[in-house]
C-alpha cells in the first residue's frame, strides 16, 4: 500500500481528531491536509509507525491553532458554538461517529487548549499519555492530570441520565412539532424546567448574545418565533443525533442541536452564522 493510500485510509479519523480539537471543519481539513503535505515532505520509509505519526502532527497542528483560536473567540460577537457536522449519508464515518457529539464539543470549549487535547487525545482516541507528551509539552503526569481534569469538568457538564437514541428522537420531534404548530403548551411540555438556548449568529445573522434560561422564557420565545415564520423545522442528522434546520424570514437558517436528559430537552444549542452553515 502506497502512503497516499494509507493517508487516505487514515484521513476520516485524523479528520475527528483535528474537528474534536477545534470544533470547526474547516480548519480540521486545513490541519490534515497540512499533514500530508508534512508526510510528502519527510517521505513515509523514513517513519516506522505512519499512523502514530500522523496522529501526533494532527494533534500537535490543531493545537496550535486551538491556542491562537482562542484569542479570535474572546471578541466574537455573541457565544461561540462549534460548527455543526451534518450529513444525510450513512456511510460518513466522520460525521456519525458520536464520540464526537455536539453536546461534548460544547463543554470542550471550556476547556484550556491543553486540556482539550490531552482529553481527546486520552479519553476519544486512546492515545496513551506518554504520546500526548509529546503533544502537549508536558510530562506524562501533568498529561495525566491535564486528562483527569478535563474528565471531571466532561462529567460535571453532562446530563446525569442520557438519553437513548429514541428518547432523544422523540423529544427533539416534539419540539419540532410545538414549533410548527405555535404549540405553547405542546413546548413546555418539551423542554426541560433549567432548559438552556444558546444561539451564535456570530454578528451575521440575528441572534441572542446571552443564553436564555428556563422553560417559560424559552416556550414563550420559541412560540413567538414560530408566529413569525411560515416554514416548519426540517430534520437533520447533526453530529450522528437527530437535529433539525429552521428556515427563517431573514434569509438565515438555524441549525439546532439539542441536549435530553429524562425526556425532556435540558440545551438547545442554535448556529446561525452562515459561515458555519455552508456545507448544509
Known amino acids: 500500500m502506497t502512503a497516499a493510500e494509507r493517508f487516505t485510509q487514515a484521513r476520516p479519523r485524523l479528520l475527528r481528531l483535528a474537528y474534536s480539537e477545534l470544533g470547526d471543519v474547516g480548519e480540521a481539513e486545513d490541519v490534515v ?3 500530508w503535505l508534512r508526510l510528502e515532505r519527510t517521505g513515509a520509509e523514513a517513519i516506522e509507525n505512519l499512523d502514530g505519526w500522523l496522529t ?43 464520540s464526537v457529539s455536539y453536546a461534548l464539543l460544547t463543554v470542550l470549549e471550556q476547556l484550556s487548549p491543553a486540556e482539550r487535547t490531552a482529553f481527546v487525545l486520552h479519553d476519544v482516541f486512546d492515545v496513551p499519555f506518554g504520546d500526548i507528551a509529546d503533544v502537549v509539552g508536558r510530562t506524562p503526569e501533568a498529561v495525566r492530570q491535564l486528562a483527569s481534569r478535563a474528565r471531571r469538568h466532561v462529567k460535571r457538564e453532562s446530563p446525569r441520565f442520557a438519553a437513548s437514541r429514541d428518547e432523544h428522537d422523540r423529544a427533539v420531534r416534539a419540539f419540532a412539532q410545538a414549533v ?11 423542554l426541560d424546567p433549567d432548559v438552556v438556548w444558546t ?25 413567538a418565533l414560530s408566529r413569525r415564520s411560515a416554514h416548519e423545522p426540517i430534520e437533520i442528522k447533526f453530529n450522528g443525533r437527530l437535529g433539525l434546520v429552521l428556515p427563517s424570514s ?5 441549525a439546532l442541536s ?23
Open 33 to 35: 491536509q497540512e499533514a
Open 56 to 98: 501526533t502532527v494532527v494533534a500537535r497542528l490543531a493545537l496550535d491553532r486551538l491556542q491562537s483560536a482562542r484569542a479570535r473567540r474572546e471578541t466574537y460577537v455573541g457565544p461561540w458554538l462549534p460548527e455543526p457536522l451534518i450529513s444525510e449519508d450513512p456511510a460518513d464515518r466522520v460525521t456519525l461517529d458520536e
Open 180 to 190: 410548527a404548530e405555535g404549540n405553547l403548551d405542546g413546548l413546555v411540555a418539551a
Open 199 to 223: 444561539s451564535d449568529g456570530g454578528g451575521r445573522a440575528i441572534a441572542s448574545r446571552k443564553p436564555l434560561r428556563g422553560r417559560a422564557r424559552v416556550a414563550r420565545a420559541w412560540a
Open 250 to 254: 431573514d434569509g438565515h437558517r438555524a
Open 258 to 280: 439539542f441536549v435530553v436528559s429524562g425526556g425532556r430537552i435540558t440545551r438547545i444549542d442554535a448556529v446561525r452564522n452562515p459561515a458555519k452553515l455552508r456545507r448544509i
